[in-house]
């Protein structure tokens, strides 16, 4: 059995503030504890992470820049529209990762692919053919360490092959979602 400590103020012993709490799970550092972090180059921003909002559906065999239309993170205001744009000055290497969840309704999923797109070109794909047992939903992951530079747009795209007509990018619990931060 573990043990909760609850505090809103972590305080140094001359009673200067380094990490308070707004009681609602908002953290604040010091002024001073953000430059030792920053100093120490530990800020990986910038960073964002949005997930859909709704299902969306998608053509079979075709590739759909998937909508995000829940943004739950962006450190720099870098992230809208669906796409990521490198910001001003912080060129370098980014960690980006999605997940998709598809689903063929009642009928069945032949393959998929998650396609992370850089300024309009697919650049790193992850997918997978069924050779039997077709399921009718498949998460499907990906995340990749990619060179940026300034100005670069990163979307994900989606691709379906599949029996039927019903072919879509769910919601549910959040799992259809896309992120990324600048490695330090």
């Known amino acids: 059995m573990g043990s909760i400590i609850k505090v809103n103020e972590y305080k140094d012993f ?5 990490i308070t709490s707004d009681g609602a799970g908002n953290v604040t550092l010091s002024s001073g504890m ?4 920053q100093s120490a180059g530990a800020t990986n921003t910038p960073a964002f992470f949005a997930h859909s909002a709704s299902e969306q559906a998608l053509s ?6 998937v909508v995000f239309g829940t943004e739950v993170l962006d450190t720099d205001s870098a992230f809208a529209s669906n796409t990521f744009t490198v910001p001003s000055g912080e060129g370098g290497n980014y960690l980006i ?3 998709l969840e598809f ?3 009642a009928n069945s999923l032949y ?9 309009d070109s697919g650049y ?24 940026l530079t300034a100005g670069q747009t990163v979307k994900i795209y989606g691709y379906l092959s599949y029996t039927g007509s019903a072919g879509k990018v769910f919601h549910e619990l959040k799992t259809t979602n896309f992120y990324g ?4």
């Open 14 to 18: 001359n009673n200067n503030d380094i």
């Open 34 to 37: 953000q430059t030792a972090v």
């Open 181 to 184: 931060f600048k490695l330090t």
């Open 124 to 147: 790193y794909k992850h997918n997978n053919e069924y050779e039997a047992n077709y399921p009718a939903k498949a998460n499907a992951p990906i995340n990749a360490v990619i060179p």
């Open 60 to 65: 079979n065999t075709t590739f759909t820049q």
């Open 103 to 105: 689903s063929a309704g």
């Open 97 to 99: 990762g999605a997940n």
């Open 111 to 119: 393959g998929w692919i998650v396609d992370i797109y850089i300024d």
